[in-house]
Protein backbone atom coordinates (compact mmCIF):
# COMPACT_ATOMS: atom_id res chain seq x y z
CA UNK A 1 0.00 0.00 0.00
CA UNK A 2 2.67 2.07 0.98
CA UNK A 3 4.94 1.37 -2.59
CA UNK A 4 1.91 2.68 -4.66
CA UNK A 5 1.16 5.55 -2.75
CA UNK A 6 4.77 7.15 -2.93
CA UNK A 7 4.21 5.74 -7.05
CA UNK A 8 1.07 8.28 -6.87
CA UNK A 9 3.17 10.44 -5.49
CA UNK A 10 6.24 10.71 -7.54
CA UNK A 11 3.99 11.21 -9.82
CA UNK A 12 1.87 14.03 -8.77
CA UNK A 13 5.20 15.78 -8.09
CA UNK A 14 5.95 14.90 -11.43
CA UNK A 15 2.96 16.54 -12.48
CA UNK A 16 2.62 19.99 -10.28
CA UNK A 17 6.05 20.31 -11.09
CA UNK A 18 5.53 21.30 -14.42
CA UNK A 19 1.83 22.93 -14.21
CA UNK A 20 3.64 25.54 -11.76
CA UNK A 21 6.38 26.57 -13.84
CA UNK A 22 8.86 24.97 -11.29
CA UNK A 23 10.79 23.10 -14.65
CA UNK A 24 11.59 26.22 -16.38
CA UNK A 25 10.88 24.76 -19.68
CA UNK A 26 8.46 26.40 -22.57
CA UNK A 27 5.69 24.56 -21.41
CA UNK A 28 5.57 25.43 -18.27
CA UNK A 29 6.32 29.12 -18.57
CA UNK A 30 3.07 29.11 -20.28
CA UNK A 31 1.51 27.79 -17.81
CA UNK A 32 2.80 30.32 -15.58
CA UNK A 33 1.73 32.89 -17.48
CA UNK A 34 -2.06 31.50 -17.35
CA UNK A 35 -2.17 31.67 -14.06
CA UNK A 36 -0.79 34.81 -13.36
CA UNK A 37 -3.39 36.26 -16.19
CA UNK A 38 -5.99 34.51 -13.75
CA UNK A 39 -4.49 36.14 -10.50
CA UNK A 40 -3.85 39.46 -12.08
CA UNK A 41 -0.50 40.55 -11.16
CA UNK A 42 -1.17 43.77 -10.50
CA UNK A 43 2.01 44.28 -8.72
CA UNK A 44 4.82 43.04 -10.84
CA UNK A 45 6.12 39.17 -11.03
CA UNK A 46 8.21 37.54 -8.29
CA UNK A 47 10.45 34.57 -9.38
CA UNK A 48 11.22 32.12 -6.04
CA UNK A 49 13.50 29.21 -6.89
CA UNK A 50 13.82 26.32 -4.70
CA UNK A 51 14.72 22.53 -4.43
CA UNK A 52 12.56 19.73 -5.16
CA UNK A 53 12.31 18.63 -2.26
CA UNK A 54 8.47 17.38 -0.76
CA UNK A 55 8.98 20.47 2.14
CA UNK A 56 9.80 22.71 -0.24
CA UNK A 57 7.39 22.01 -2.86
CA UNK A 58 4.86 22.57 0.60
CA UNK A 59 6.64 25.76 1.37
CA UNK A 60 6.57 27.11 -2.15
CA UNK A 61 3.38 26.38 -2.98
CA UNK A 62 1.67 27.94 -0.05
CA UNK A 63 4.00 31.62 -0.33
CA UNK A 64 3.26 31.94 -3.52
CA UNK A 65 -0.47 31.60 -3.62
CA UNK A 66 0.14 34.37 -0.79
CA UNK A 67 2.04 36.44 -2.98
CA UNK A 68 -0.61 35.96 -5.35
CA UNK A 69 -3.12 37.33 -2.83
CA UNK A 70 -1.13 40.50 -2.82
CA UNK A 71 -1.31 40.93 -6.41
CA UNK A 72 1.86 39.52 -7.82
CA UNK A 73 2.26 37.69 -10.69
CA UNK A 74 4.65 34.28 -9.54
CA UNK A 75 6.88 32.10 -10.91
CA UNK A 76 8.08 28.92 -9.28
CA UNK A 77 11.53 28.17 -10.71
CA UNK A 78 12.82 24.44 -9.59
CA UNK A 79 16.62 24.15 -9.60
CA UNK A 80 19.31 22.12 -8.16
CA UNK A 81 20.78 23.43 -5.05
CA UNK A 82 23.60 25.60 -6.18
CA UNK A 83 21.94 27.44 -8.43
CA UNK A 84 19.13 28.32 -6.09
CA UNK A 85 21.49 29.78 -4.35
CA UNK A 86 23.68 31.31 -7.34
CA UNK A 87 20.58 32.53 -9.34
CA UNK A 88 19.29 35.16 -5.94
CA UNK A 89 23.09 36.13 -5.51
CA UNK A 90 23.03 37.34 -8.74
CA UNK A 91 19.62 38.81 -9.11
CA UNK A 92 18.18 36.26 -11.25
CA UNK A 93 15.92 35.18 -9.11
CA UNK A 94 14.02 37.57 -6.16
CA UNK A 95 14.52 34.78 -3.42
CA UNK A 96 13.72 31.77 -1.83
CA UNK A 97 12.26 30.46 1.09
CA UNK A 98 14.74 27.03 1.49
CA UNK A 99 17.89 27.92 3.23
CA UNK A 100 18.63 25.32 5.41
CA UNK A 101 20.82 26.30 7.71
CA UNK A 102 23.54 27.01 9.73
CA UNK A 103 25.14 23.78 8.84
CA UNK A 104 23.02 21.43 5.75
CA UNK A 105 23.34 24.42 3.13
CA UNK A 106 26.63 26.32 4.86
CA UNK A 107 29.05 26.05 1.94
CA UNK A 108 26.31 27.96 -0.30
CA UNK A 109 25.23 30.27 2.41
CA UNK A 110 29.46 30.90 3.45
CA UNK A 111 29.81 31.47 -0.63
CA UNK A 112 26.89 33.41 -1.71
CA UNK A 113 25.39 34.97 1.95
CA UNK A 114 27.39 38.43 1.66
CA UNK A 115 25.52 39.03 -1.64
CA UNK A 116 22.10 38.55 -0.80
CA UNK A 117 19.76 39.75 2.51
CA UNK A 118 18.82 37.28 5.09
CA UNK A 119 15.55 37.80 6.50
CA UNK A 120 16.10 34.96 9.24
CA UNK A 121 14.06 31.75 9.86
CA UNK A 122 10.64 31.15 8.45
CA UNK A 123 10.45 27.54 10.52
CA UNK A 124 13.09 26.66 13.00
CA UNK A 125 13.42 23.55 15.25
CA UNK A 126 14.13 21.01 11.79
CA UNK A 127 17.44 18.63 11.38
CA UNK A 128 18.77 16.31 9.43
CA UNK A 129 20.36 13.32 10.01
CA UNK A 130 20.49 9.20 8.62
CA UNK A 131 16.99 7.29 9.96
CA UNK A 132 15.72 3.88 9.65
CA UNK A 133 12.68 1.86 10.18
CA UNK A 134 11.75 1.50 14.05
CA UNK A 135 11.85 -2.52 13.44
CA UNK A 136 15.78 -2.30 12.88
CA UNK A 137 17.85 -2.91 15.35
CA UNK A 138 20.31 -0.33 14.90
CA UNK A 139 20.45 2.69 17.07
CA UNK A 140 23.90 4.69 15.82
CA UNK A 141 25.45 5.47 13.08
CA UNK A 142 28.27 3.34 14.17
CA UNK A 143 26.11 0.58 13.21
CA UNK A 144 25.19 1.50 9.79
CA UNK A 145 27.67 -1.17 8.52
CA UNK A 146 27.78 -3.95 5.61
CA UNK A 147 26.53 -6.47 8.29
CA UNK A 148 23.17 -4.60 8.22
CA UNK A 149 22.60 -2.48 5.18
CA UNK A 150 23.84 -2.53 1.20
CA UNK A 151 24.00 0.96 1.14
CA UNK A 152 22.92 4.36 2.32
CA UNK A 153 19.96 5.74 0.05
CA UNK A 154 20.07 9.59 -0.27
CA UNK A 155 18.73 12.23 -2.04
CA UNK A 156 20.16 14.12 -5.04
CA UNK A 157 24.23 15.03 -5.20
CA UNK A 158 24.72 18.80 -3.70
CA UNK A 159 22.36 18.42 -1.22
CA UNK A 160 23.70 19.50 2.52
CA UNK A 161 22.08 16.32 3.62
CA UNK A 162 24.69 14.39 1.42
CA UNK A 163 27.51 16.37 1.79
CA UNK A 164 27.04 15.59 5.57
CA UNK A 165 26.84 12.07 4.77
CA UNK A 166 29.90 11.89 2.77
CA UNK A 167 31.58 13.26 6.02
CA UNK A 168 29.77 10.92 7.84
CA UNK A 169 31.12 8.08 5.57
CA UNK A 170 34.83 9.05 6.07
CA UNK A 171 34.22 9.96 10.00
CA UNK A 172 32.98 6.69 11.04
CA UNK A 173 34.54 5.06 8.60
CA UNK A 174 32.11 3.55 7.53
CA UNK A 175 32.14 0.40 4.37
CA UNK A 176 29.27 1.29 2.92
CA UNK A 177 28.76 3.47 0.23
CA UNK A 178 26.14 6.23 -0.62
CA UNK A 179 23.75 6.22 -3.52
CA UNK A 180 22.36 9.18 -4.54
CA UNK A 181 18.87 9.63 -6.13
CA UNK A 182 16.05 11.96 -5.20
CA UNK A 183 13.71 12.84 -2.84
CA UNK A 184 10.71 10.82 -4.41
CA UNK A 185 12.73 8.19 -4.92
CA UNK A 186 14.43 8.24 -1.32
CA UNK A 187 11.10 7.84 -0.14
CA UNK A 188 9.72 5.38 -2.64
CA UNK A 189 12.62 3.27 -1.70
CA UNK A 190 11.38 3.64 1.96
CA UNK A 191 8.07 2.92 1.69
CA UNK A 192 8.94 0.09 -0.60
CA UNK A 193 11.33 -1.33 2.47
CA UNK A 194 8.93 -1.16 5.07
CA UNK A 195 6.24 -2.56 3.55
CA UNK A 196 8.24 -5.77 2.94
CA UNK A 197 10.34 -4.96 6.74
CA UNK A 198 13.62 -4.93 5.11
CA UNK A 199 16.94 -2.92 6.16
CA UNK A 200 17.12 0.52 4.80
CA UNK A 201 19.20 3.33 5.89
CA UNK A 202 18.17 6.82 4.32
CA UNK A 203 19.50 10.73 4.13
CA UNK A 204 16.50 11.88 6.45
CA UNK A 205 15.44 15.65 7.05
CA UNK A 206 12.32 17.17 9.77
CA UNK A 207 10.39 18.53 8.76
CA UNK A 208 9.20 15.83 6.44
CA UNK A 209 5.99 13.80 5.97
CA UNK A 210 7.85 10.39 5.96
CA UNK A 211 8.03 10.80 9.75
CA UNK A 212 4.27 11.30 10.07
CA UNK A 213 3.10 8.51 7.96
CA UNK A 214 6.22 5.65 8.78
CA UNK A 215 7.89 4.80 12.21
CA UNK A 216 11.41 5.99 11.35
CA UNK A 217 13.82 7.48 13.72
CA UNK A 218 16.64 9.12 13.15
CA UNK A 219 20.15 7.82 14.30
CA UNK A 220 22.79 8.92 17.21
CA UNK A 221 25.72 10.64 16.08
CA UNK A 222 28.41 10.49 18.59
CA UNK A 223 30.90 12.48 16.25
CA UNK A 224 28.45 15.50 15.84
CA UNK A 225 28.59 15.23 11.90
CA UNK A 226 24.71 16.53 11.12
CA UNK A 227 23.00 19.42 13.30
CA UNK A 228 20.39 18.36 15.76
CA UNK A 229 18.99 22.01 15.48
CA UNK A 230 18.55 23.61 12.26
CA UNK A 231 16.28 26.43 11.09
CA UNK A 232 14.90 26.89 7.32
CA UNK A 233 16.09 30.93 6.26
CA UNK A 234 14.15 33.02 4.10
CA UNK A 235 16.48 34.39 0.97
CA UNK A 236 16.04 37.44 -0.80
CA UNK A 237 18.23 39.30 -3.71
CA UNK A 238 19.83 42.57 -3.10
CA UNK A 239 17.62 45.31 -4.44
CA UNK A 240 14.15 43.59 -3.19
CA UNK A 241 13.00 45.89 -0.69
CA UNK A 242 13.29 48.92 -3.53
CA UNK A 243 11.89 47.18 -6.05
CA UNK A 244 9.29 45.02 -4.53
CA UNK A 245 8.65 46.07 -1.13
CA UNK A 246 5.25 44.70 -0.16
CA UNK A 247 6.43 41.40 -1.43
CA UNK A 248 9.80 41.91 0.50
CA UNK A 249 7.27 42.94 3.66
CA UNK A 250 5.30 39.48 2.96
CA UNK A 251 8.46 37.35 2.18
CA UNK A 252 10.21 38.74 5.69
CA UNK A 253 6.67 37.80 7.20
CA UNK A 254 6.64 34.66 6.20
CA UNK A 255 6.91 31.90 9.54
CA UNK A 256 5.21 29.01 10.51
CA UNK A 257 5.59 25.76 12.57
CA UNK A 258 6.89 21.98 11.50
CA UNK A 259 3.10 20.97 12.06
CA UNK A 260 2.28 23.37 9.33
CA UNK A 261 4.15 22.45 7.05
CA UNK A 262 3.78 18.92 7.71
CA UNK A 263 -0.01 19.20 7.05
CA UNK A 264 0.47 20.29 3.64
CA UNK A 265 3.01 17.53 3.00
CA UNK A 266 0.48 14.92 4.02
CA UNK A 267 -2.31 16.33 2.02
CA UNK A 268 0.08 15.72 -1.17
CA UNK A 269 1.14 12.81 -0.11
CA UNK A 270 -1.05 11.11 1.41
CA UNK A 271 -4.54 12.20 0.58
CA UNK A 272 -3.34 12.33 -3.11
CA UNK A 273 -4.02 16.30 -3.49
CA UNK A 274 -1.81 18.31 -6.15
CA UNK A 275 0.51 20.57 -3.94
CA UNK A 276 -1.16 23.80 -5.24
CA UNK A 277 -4.48 22.70 -3.95
CA UNK A 278 -3.03 21.41 -0.44
CA UNK A 279 -1.11 24.54 -0.40
CA UNK A 280 -4.99 26.71 -0.57
CA UNK A 281 -6.77 24.29 1.69
CA UNK A 282 -3.94 25.00 4.63
CA UNK A 283 -4.44 28.63 3.71
CA UNK A 284 -7.90 28.78 4.24
CA UNK A 285 -7.92 26.99 7.39
CA UNK A 286 -5.12 29.54 8.47
CA UNK A 287 -6.20 32.61 7.54
CA UNK A 288 -5.60 34.83 10.74
CA UNK A 289 -2.13 33.45 10.16
CA UNK A 290 -1.85 34.45 6.43
CA UNK A 291 -3.44 37.90 7.27
CA UNK A 292 -0.52 38.25 9.28
CA UNK A 293 1.69 37.93 6.32
CA UNK A 294 0.02 40.32 3.99
CA UNK A 295 0.10 42.73 6.65
CA UNK A 296 2.29 45.27 4.85
CA UNK A 297 2.68 46.98 8.38
CA UNK A 298 3.89 43.80 10.13
CA UNK A 299 7.09 43.30 10.42
CA UNK A 300 8.60 39.75 12.36
Known amino acids: MHLLKQGKWVLALSLSTFSLASCGDADSDEASDDE ?17 WESEVASNNVIALVLEEAGYDVNLNQVEQAIMWQSVAQGDADGFVAGWLPSDMATDYERYGDEMVDLGPNLEGNRTGLAVPDYMDVTSIEEVTSNNFDEITGIDPGAGVVDSTEQAVEAYDLDISLQTSSDAAMTAALGSAIENEEPIVVTAWEPHWKFNTYDIRFLEDPEGIYEEEEEIRTMVREGLEEDEPEAYQILDNFYWETDDMNEVMLDIAENEMEPRDAAQAWIDDNRDMVDEWLDADSEE
Open 36 to 52: SNETGGENGEIELTYVA
